[in-house]
């Protein structure tokens, strides 16, 4: 679509924002950034900064007057979404997302509940305190997962080994959680796939379906993702059990815009949903997509902020998940701690498989030790398209080790010395 010379409004200027400001900049629009902090990364790239913090809706909504906004947008994060709601209602601008569907997409609780009602299976619970249905004499199979109803990124999420820690990694989850509430279930070490929906008009069509390829640092912490490969090996198996009753549940929430991506498990050939999100991912698949098919779901999200549409003509003509050839979202572990200096990303760039790499970290900024066992310990993510897996596991041998993180004191800071 033309946008250009449009005006849009980008709320939160940290970590992956940038690639909002430069999608658009790139189709030729004017892009503001409001952010509480005065150097976050999304304004230094911005045609102009506004420093308001995101929670004053009502200064937002003023600053949208006074600029001339056609479009507000956000991504990547759970955190805004409420607040992107309610300052596109007061501006009359359009949105994605709607109030109900805000507590869906963000509360654990909830979209498991809708599962229910489709016969798509999550995972085992054991107790929430959403419902206050938590019996401590309960026979509880270890070890567990204990989460906030309402969080991401993997924060406030523990695993408990043993039945006398049960009690005190409730209360350390339960202080992550906006409500103060959590979700028992069990862990899971299986397998991990991750599906990506595209929406226009109500019209919802699976995009891509990726394995997520997991770490454990952590003993008492989740796996964390250390690449993504695209097209998913459970790919078809997806499609012919799953994907028929996930778009009708998607379509049950009155999702008519935007993007959403299910995570689940596979066990012994079943698919057990435990997250959604309706928003941006930070695994920005859509550079896979956009290498292989040729759209992008960050540049329809842009669009359809500006003029209300995500695409001038059906998804299903040119979505197709069935890739003829293999991607990859290679991502890079850190410790918490101080970044001295990052090595090597210009001879990653100058492969030729390489798309993109991103770093979500600069030297001098600090990985703070509450990140750990988060997403926030994602240092640097490598996009990467080959002809066939062994190609691509190829490149990702190749490519370990080539990125070095150094830190202040000048030790290593890498986790995942390889990808797979």
Request: net charge negative; aromatic share 10%.
């Amino acid at each position: 679509m033309n946008v250009e010379g449009k005006k849009l409004m980008v709320l939160g200027g940290s970590g992956l924002s940038h690639e909002i400001v430069k999608c658009a900049k790139d189709k030729g629009v004017f892009v503001l950034v409001a952010d509480y902090d005065e150097d976050s990364i999304g304004k230094r790239l911005a045609d102009k900064q506004l420093n308001i913090d995101i929670k004053d809706v009502e200064r937002i909504v003023e600053s949208i007057e006074i600029e001339g906004i056609d479009g507000v947008i956000t991504g990547f994060t759970d955190s805004i979404l409420n607040y992107y709601r309610q300052i596109c209602e007061k501006a009359n601008l359009p949105a994605y997302i709607d109030k109900e569907q805000v507590g869906i997409a963000t509360n654990k609780y909830i979209f498991k509940q809708i599962c229910h009602e489709f016969d798509i299976e999550t995972v085992k619970e054991y107790g929430n305190s959403e419902t206050g249905n938590i019996r401590y004499s309960d026979p509880f199979e270890f070890p567990l997962l204990v989460k906030p109803v309402d969080n991401s990124g993997g924060r406030g999420i523990f695993i408990c080994e043993r039945s006398e820690n049960l009690r005190k990694t409730i209360t350390e989850s339960a202080a992550f959680s906006k409500s103060g509430k959590v979700i028992i279930e069990r862990f899971m070490g299986e397998e991990e796939i991750t599906a990506f929906y595209i929406i226009r008009d109500g019209e919802v069509c699976l995009s891509a379906v990726a394995d997520r390829i997991l770490k454990h640092p952590y003993k008492d912490r989740i796996c964390l993702p250390s690449a993504y490969v695209f097209p998913s090996k459970h790919l078809d198996a997806y499609i012919s059990k799953m994907n028929r009753n996930a778009v009708k549940m998607i379509k049950s929430i009155g999702a008519l815009n935007g993007m959403i991506f299910i995570q689940s498990f596979v066990e012994n050939g079943r698919f057990v949903f435990y997250e959604m999100g309706y928003r941006l991912t930070a695994s920005m698949e859509y550079k896979i997509i956009g290498k292989l098919c040729g759209y992008s779901a960050l540049e329809m999200m842009v669009d359809f902020a500006l003029t209300g549409l995500m695409h001038d003509g059906p998804l299903s003509k040119f979505v197709k998940p069935d890739f003829n050839k293999f991607g990859c979202n290679l991502t890079l572990l850190i410790e918490p701690g101080e970044i001295g200096e990052i090595i090597g990303i210009d001879r990653v760039m100058a492969i030729p498989e390489v798309i993109d790499v991103v770093e979500s970290y600069a030297a001098g900024e600090v990985v703070p030790e509450s990140d750990r066992g988060t997403l926030g310990q994602v240092a640097v993510r490598i996009f990467a398209v080959c002809e066939t897996r062994e190609e691509l596991n190829e490149l990702a041998e190749r490519v370990s080790g080539i990125i070095r993180i150094i830190s202040k004191e000048g030790k290593n800071m890498v986790l995942n010395s390889n990808f797979f």
